[in-house]
């Protein structure tokens, strides 16, 4: 089986989210338990931070896991969806998970699991919990893929655990209201394991404290300290106006960790982040976040795809120097598509378009719903011809835009990464 050959095997051969959707979903903890005893618990033999929230967690996990590899630890790091390559998903210190480690893992244990017909999230978080054991990690940051109580990353026992935010986000799943949702969220939080909170409306925050009273887990909230100081927000890679509650989040997770005695290494911690935050692409292969893809004409990508995301995307992109706007936009079928369009610049030349799933929105319905908002543009059946005419549109003092999906940025990325497609001479 050539890496390839696994690779379509695991999207094809298990339920996998990406391509299925809600079909997909699979909730319950049977399944991951079986594997987990199967592999013999490898998440036991290293310590692990726990990460979930609406928004954001993807962000906070990789500058958690870059805090960590400065500070001299080896750093196992589970996060999804990846944008161009499975292996993006399974890092250890950056590297992703080599490929003849994830077809040696289908091939040795495909006759244990095929018959527990696993989802592709639930394959794939014992190939990373078993892959970090194998590689003698320190320390994992683990993503949750969707909600918390139910996900598969939650049979691990961290030191901490962390929740970014809360909005209406995979409500088909999680439920109809804020309180719905952060109990979902809250249900990461394990007795004694201490927990940070990102951010709170009056509702989600009596649903963490409940949780946290229940389970006798000190309770940190992010909000209630003070703002970074200026010389850690301009040394922050990652530039995302929506950026700076994460780093409140992530300073308040970390300077716990220290003062707790949890990770002995993160002393001095100020240059530690020094170090770290002005490198964590570098450091652990983050895309996607607020991310120049090249300048004359300035062009950004975001994976900001949900209606609390573009809440902050909209006016950043707005608030852009430039002498005209441009932006490639499409979207999947279970976000708030007409939620978004509401919040998009008028004052823009639009490229609509669809990402290579069949869960995107047609980009012809994507621009009669534009339309219908005043937004002026046309409609290109893929990504890369809609960022093709959209650079040959704009001038050097323009700003280019792509995004309202991480499908929509991951063909992006996908396409730039081809060699007849280098993103200087489109």
Request: charged share 20%; aromatic share 8%; glycine share 8%.
């Amino acid at each position: 089986m050539t890496y390839q050959e696994c690779i379509d095997y695991l999207f094809t051969a298990t339920p996998a989210f990406e391509r299925d959707g809600a079909k997909a979903y699979k909730p319950g903890l049977q399944t991951t338990e079986a594997l987990d005893a199967y592999f013999g618990h490898p998440h036991r033999t290293y310590v692990a931070i726990h990460v979930a929230g609406t928004n954001g967690k993807g962000s906070v996990s990789h500058t958690m896991a870059a805090i960590l590899q400065t500070a001299g630890y080896r750093v196992g790091l589970y996060t999804s969806p990846h944008l161009v390559d499975f292996r993006e998903r399974i890092r250890v210190n950056g590297c992703p998970i080599p490929e003849e480690k994830v077809v040696s893992f289908v091939e040795n244990h495909r006759d244990f699991f095929e018959p527990l017909h696993p989802s592709f999230f639930e394959l794939t978080t014992a190939l990373a919990l078993k892959y970090f054991e194998e590689q003698h990690a320190d320390i994992a940051v683990i993503e949750v893929g969707l909600g918390g109580r139910l996900d598969s990353t939650n049979i691990i026992t961290p030191i901490l655990s962390v929740i970014t935010n809360i909005s209406l986000d995979h409500t088909q799943f999680l439920g109809n209201t804020l309180k719905e949702i952060a109990a979902e969220k809250a249900g990461i939080i394990k007795p004694q394991v201490p927990v940070v909170i990102g951010e709170t409306t009056p509702e989600t925050r009596m649903v963490f404290e409940q949780k946290a009273r229940e389970t006798g887990s000190e309770i940190l909230f992010a909000e209630e300290h003070p703002q970074p100081r200026k010389e850690w927000q301009e040394a922050f890679e990652l530039k995302g106006s929506y950026q700076k509650k994460n780093l409140r989040t992530i300073l308040c997770a970390t300077n716990f960790l220290k003062e707790s005695g949890r990770t002995e290494r993160l002393m001095p911690l100020n240059d530690i982040l020094r170090a770290s935050l002005p490198h964590v692409c570098r450091l652990t292969g983050l895309h996607g976040r607020w991310e120049t893809l090249q300048e004359h004409p300035h062009v950004v990508c975001d994976t900001g795809h949900n209606l609390a995301g573009w809440n902050d995307l909209a006016p950043q992109i707005s608030a852009q120097p430039c002498k005209a706007l441009h932006i490639v936009f499409g979207m999947v079928d279970d976000k708030d598509l007409e939620g978004v369009m509401r919040l998009l610049p008028g004052k823009a030349r639009y490229y609509f378009t669809q990402a290579g799933t069949h869960r995107a929105v047609p980009a012809e319905k994507v621009a009669r719903t534009g339309a219908s908002f005043h937004l002026e543009g046309d409609a290109y059946p893929t990504v890369i011809e809609a960022y093709r005419d959209a650079l040959s549109k704009a001038s050097e003092e323009d700003f280019v835009f792509i995004g309202g999906s991480s499908y929509v940025v991951a063909d992006l990325l996908t396409a730039l990464q081809q060699p007849q497609l280098p993103h200087d001479t489109l």
